[in-house]
């Protein structure tokens, strides 16, 4: 039977997207992010929200050991229980985890490493955050098998068992692919990939990617970010990767946005 994961952005409501997992009726896995309960909580308990530039450019969450707390409290007790009892309510049967539980995403810490914060370039050392180098994804499938949707979300855990923030549409990315997904759909507040950012009205009806290189039409963090995940997830094998808008009435059985493809470009 046909499996999707589904990546959940913080910024849509997920209520009409978990009536509409309901709907499908074949096996999914969600993966959630949160940016705007982090900030809300990030707000809440006075901890400054900061942003990594890398020297390409490619702006980041700074989490040092109190975001790192923001973040794994805004995930577990804010984001996931909206999306879990909505799931309960519409009749599946959700599960909401984390990578640290049963060690589902292991992830590589980055290393300290020259870049731009607030202005100034430093040497950050003290940032907990990592990439997805595992998924447990026997666990997934144990959890499929028995009819529980798990709903995933960072953090993550880094090589000494502890957390580590990773990107949520990455992640999504490397569970579609260990899992061997159909598909993977990036739900999130914009129409698809738009080729003028600021131009509702400018959806791709498909996007391209090299294989390797830059990804194109990324005008801020967030969208690149997703082009990145789509394309690890196609060239994992992920048959149909779609950017999708996460703000319709029934955003998956309705898909509407940009599917994303590799394509090879000539010599
Ligand atoms: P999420 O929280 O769903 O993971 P992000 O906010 O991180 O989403 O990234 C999605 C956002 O990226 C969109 O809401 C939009 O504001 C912005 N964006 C930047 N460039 C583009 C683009 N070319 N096409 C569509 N959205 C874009």
Do not use: W
Request: hydrophobic fraction near 45%.
């Amino acid at each position: 039977m046909k499996l999707t994961v589904i990546k959940c952005g913080g910024a849509v409501d997920p209520r009409p997207i978990c009536a509409d997992v309901a709907r499908l009726g074949t096996p999914c896995v969600i993966v959630h992010g949160g940016a705007p309960q982090i900030a809300r909580l990030a707000a809440e308990m006075g901890v400054a929200q900061r942003t990594l530039v890398s020297p390409a450019g490619v702006r980041s969450r700074y989490t040092d050991l109190a975001m790192l707390d923001v973040l794994t409290l805004a995930m577990t007790g804010r984001a996931k229980p909206v999306i879990v009892s909505a799931l309960v309510a519409s009749g599946v049967r959700a599960i909401g985890l984390t990578g640290l539980d049963a060690g589902l995403l292991r992830a590589r810490r980055k290393g300290p490493r020259r870049t731009v914060v607030d202005g100034r370039t430093v040497i950050v050392r003290d940032d907990h955050s990592g990439r997805v180098v595992e998924v447990e994804d026997a666990v997934l499938r144990d959890l499929l098998e028995a009819g529980f949707t798990p709903v995933l979300s960072p953090p993550a855990a880094g090589e000494d068992g502890g957390p580590l923030n990773v990107d949520a549409d990455r992640a999504a990315a490397a569970v579609a692919v260990a899992l061997g997904a159909d598909r993977l759909i990036l739900l999130t507040a914009a129409p698809g990939v738009l080729s003028d950012a600021s131009d509702d009205n400018s959806v791709l009806v498909r996007c391209e990617l090299s294989r390797e290189g830059p990804v194109p039409y990324a005008a801020t963090g967030g969208m690149h970010r997703k082009l990145v995940a789509a394309r690890e997830a196609l060239l994992g094998g992920v048959t149909e990767v779609t950017i999708a808008d996460g703000r319709t009435r029934r955003p998956l059985t309705e898909l509407s946005g940009t599917p994303v493809e590799v394509v090879e470009v000539g010599p």
